[in-house]
């Protein structure tokens, strides 16, 4: 069922609910492509210009620091690959190495933020493929060796890969070598690099203006239609525009609550394939948490109270206990990470540990088989499985679970509080 709202939007408003995706999604592809190709050199000479780099990969070659600011709640099991297609001169084709054993993924979402495709471990394998996507245009011939063909929504495409990683060293050295070896090329083998006007400026993240809204909604429906089931009235009297973006905006950041798991546990991302009819949700996700993937690749339960429903605190000390058996059930793997209150950013600690989980070197069970950590800002000393907590100071945590078991996907997970000591 679609979201409640304090109020019925006007039709405007409605309009903006419904398109906002499209705009964000727009100044998420501004932000993350790149300026500079590594072999046809820089898209533009000026800095102030929107050229950038399509079909093109981008990556982060290490896990994410306290010293790293910005991401909000990043995670520090993964290093990221990113990239954008732009389908309209033909299909990419994904070229991806053998990965072995380790957990990857590169989801794919469409212009209206539906995480329609994956390539990856859980849903191809990790043996060397090639995935042929292409836009509803096309029709042509799927060239020999393409192990998958992908039809996409549209014309825009968003790649968002994770590759787990275990260390900051030699095995971050690895991975590196894996994301060296994944190309973008044309069905011939040629780079299917493209530069692009973006049109905006992807680090403004302030309520666009109605002008600049209207023209890159405009452009970006011509090359992603709506499906025939969402009907659409655009555009909307320019004054109506004008008073629908701040309040639309407005709403989408102070209304909507995360979905309840129980035991002061809720998860704010609840998508699989596709948002269907629920147009607000899709939008408050668009502005709040744009690029989350589907829930049966990876879920992030998130506890910020206590078992009494106390904000969690760095002035307190804390334990989160898995009873013998009922640990997180997962395909691949899950993680606890600590995040302060004040910024979502990593806790600076001595040990340098922002997350722990059934990866983590050294981590203890009880003799019955349960497993207990503690979430403080002082050493517990040894035999205790810590996660520091910031000192004196609210903070949150974030259960990551990659490739969820039904449990977790049925919320019928019992996820046990977190209890003050």
Known sequence: MPAETPSSPTAAEQAVIQTLPLFEMMR??????????????????DRGATLRWVNQFTHT??????????????????????????????????????????YWTLGLLDAWTNPFAY????TTGSRAQRTLVHSP?????????????????????????????????PDAQQVRCLQSAMRLVRPDGSDAAMRVDTWIDGRDTRVPSPAPYRSIVDTA?????????????????????????????????????????????AIPVVV???WGGDHLTRARIARNFIGALGIDEAMYPTAEV???GAPLDGARRYELRFAPGAGPKVGAFWSLTMYRRSDCLFVANPIHRYSIGDRTPGLRHDADGSLAIRL????????FNWLPAPQGEPFYVVLRLYQPHADHLERRFAYPPIRPL
């Open 306 to 308: 206590d078992a009494h």
């Open 28 to 45: 998420m592809r501004a932000a993350t492509t790149a300026r500079r190709h590594p072999v046809l050199g820089f898209a533009s000479q």
């Open 61 to 102: 070659h290490r896990r994410l620091g306290p010293e790293d600011r910005e991401v909000v709640s990043p995670n520090n099991d993964t290093v990221y690959s990113n990239a954008w297609l732009d389908l309209s001169e033909g299909p990419v084709v994904i070229d991806t190495p053998d990965m072995g054993e380790r």
């Open 119 to 122: 390539v990856g471990r859980r």
């Open 272 to 274: 699989r394939t596709h």
């Open 221 to 265: 429906l011509q090359r992603n239609p709506p499906p025939p089931e969402e009907p659409l009235s655009w555009p909307p009297a320019p004054d109506a525009l004008a008073r629908a973006l701040p309040a639309v905006y407005d709403r989408l950041r102070t209304g909507g609550q995360p979905h309840d798991l129980g035991g002061g546990w």
């Open 376 to 383: 403080q800002a002082d050493d517990p000393g040894p035999g």
């Open 137 to 169: 245009a096309w029709h042509g011939t799927v060239p020999d060796g393409i192990t998958r063909t992908v039809a996409a929504p549209g014309d825009d495409v968003w790649i968002i890969g994770r590759i787990l990683v275990d260390d900051d060293g």
